[in-house]
């Protein structure tokens, strides 16, 4: 028989008993539907968790300390069992910093930490203690460093009003969704473009003939600056930059302007104390790099430089393992539907060899092979997979998107952001019917290779 005749045949059979055949594909989409809707369930969770951390850019970041920081955070139980332990905070054996004299955060390391490969960018954590006014409102605040290469990145992604700074040096804030509003009762948008007085402490001209080892004369040369700063922007969280340093309060500046008055706060205290300013040195670096698969290997080559690092993508690895466990479970209990449609699947089969035992005796009996006998049986059963697996896939993505427009209500009613629970990608899609195809051929097995065992002659006395 020619593979046209024989398609023909199959289907030719099938529609013959509708209803039994529709019944079976009925169950088959059904089974895959449950297929379907508990992996998009769990593909669909691991999107908004794992993706959103993504999408923060801590998992292609790298935070450098100083090599003795190794030991102080060993000390605070950081490096027992704390959320940074393991290998993550521990220098390379035979690295300078074993002796707790490694290479300084400087302007250096931030030049030969830049040249790494896959290293886009790497700023120092600037954080500096502010007085902000705003109307009749005076609050300490400490402020954040915010590099240009951050724009469209993490936090900076969508700002609900304003935009990002335009420039390194600009007179510029941007201030978080909820430090907005403590600074307004009126909405948080109307603040972007008006001003914010921003006051800090530095060192004031030595006055002349002033004796330099007169400590109390050097400490009333501490003066006062304060610049207005044009809040650009409105953030809706606070990004989360380096280690240590502790809540924002929600006030961003350019980086370049943070490292300005670091350097006034900093150096002018240095000058005020020890009556000349140190090499300025920085608590901890970030380093970006281009894509989060490589931030174990930058790390461990800024290790062999002799500086602690560490990164949260174990964090990112052990969530992904997590996921792929959830997704075999929902797998499994979802195949139990459509394990059980593949036994609906079995009984039509077997029904249609006894209906159609003559039938087949005749096909033999005119030069029909055991094959040809087995291969149209097997096209039926494939034929039910196919349709059920299209059918359980809309069904299952309807079922979804019910599913996940109540939870969103739901969730907003609670004051919470909607999400998309339940995601269906390409491979979902085709997995889902290759799955329901090859269940269907397993199942249909058993009755074709019955079907051509029958004896022609038997099968032509069967009434």
Not at 5 to 29: C, E, M, P, Y
Not at 190 to 216: H, K, N, R
Not at 400 to 421: F, K, M
């Amino acid at each position: 028989m020619i593979a046209a005749d024989t398609i023909q045949l199959a289907l030719r059979n099938l529609r013959q008993s509708k209803l039994r055949t529709g019944l079976t594909t009925l169950g088959v989409s059904i089974g895959v539907a449950s297929l379907a809707g508990m992996v998009s369930l769990g593909v669909g969770l691991q999107d908004q968790l794992v993706g959103r951390f993504m999408q923060t850019g801590l998992f292609d970041s790298i935070t450098v300390l100083p090599a003795s920081a190794a030991r102080a955070l060993g000390a605070r139980g950081l490096g027992r069992g704390g959320p940074f332990a393991g290998r993550g905070l521990r220098p390379r054996q035979g690295s300078t910093s074993q002796a707790g004299a490694g290479p300084a955060l400087d302007d250096q390391a931030l030049h030969d930490l830049a040249a790494l490969d896959q290293v886009i960018a790497v700023y120092p954590n600037i954080r500096v203690p502010l007085q902000l006014t705003f109307r009749d409102q005076s609050q300490p605040v400490i402020a954040i460093g915010v590099p240009l290469s951050s724009r469209g990145d993490g936090a900076f992604q969508n700002l609900p009003f304003g935009a990002f700074f335009t420039g390194d040096a600009d007179e510029a804030c941007l201030l978080s969704l909820e430090f907005a509003k403590g600074l307004t009762d009126g909405d948080p948008k109307d603040l972007v473009g008006q001003q914010v007085a921003l006051t800090y402490a530095t060192a004031a001209p030595a006055t002349p003939g002033a004796d330099p080892s007169d400590l109390a004369a050097r400490v009333r040369q501490i003066a006062q600056k304060t610049a207005n700063y044009t809040i650009a922007g409105i953030v809706e969280r606070e990004p989360g930059f380096g280690l240590g340093g502790g809540p924002t309060g929600g006030l961003m500046l350019p980086l370049g302007k943070a490292r300005q008055i670091d350097a006034d706060v900093v150096t002018g205290a240095q000058s005020l104390l020890r009556g000349s300013a140190a090499t300025k040195t920085y608590s901890s670096l970030t380093v970006r790099v281009r894509q989060a698969r490589s931030t174990q290997d930058v790390e461990d080559r800024i290790k062999t430089m002799g500086f602690t690092a560490f990164s949260v993508n174990d964090a990112l690895q052990g969530a992904k393992r997590a996921f792929i466990l959830l997704d075999i479970v929902l797998s499994l209990i979802g195949s139990i539907a459509l394990a059980v449609s593949s036994l609906g699947i079995v009984n039509t089969m077997v029904m249609s060899i006894l209906e159609r035992t003559r039938e087949i005796g005749i096909m033999k009996a005119i030069g029909a092979s055991d094959g040809d006998v087995r291969t149209i049986f097997l096209i039926e059963a494939s034929a039910i997979g196919l349709i059920g697996g299209f059918a359980g896939v809309a069904l299952g993505w309807l079922v979804g998107r019910a599913i996940n427009l109540g939870a969103n209500l739901y969730i907003q009613s609670q004051g919470g952001t909607p999400a998309t629970l339940f995601s269906l990608p390409f491979w979902l899609i085709g997995g889902a019917i290759g799955f329901s195809i090859v269940v269907s051929l397993l199942a249909g097995s058993y009755p074709a290779a019955r079907a051509a065992r029958l004896d022609p002659i038997q099968a032509l006395r069967h009434d």
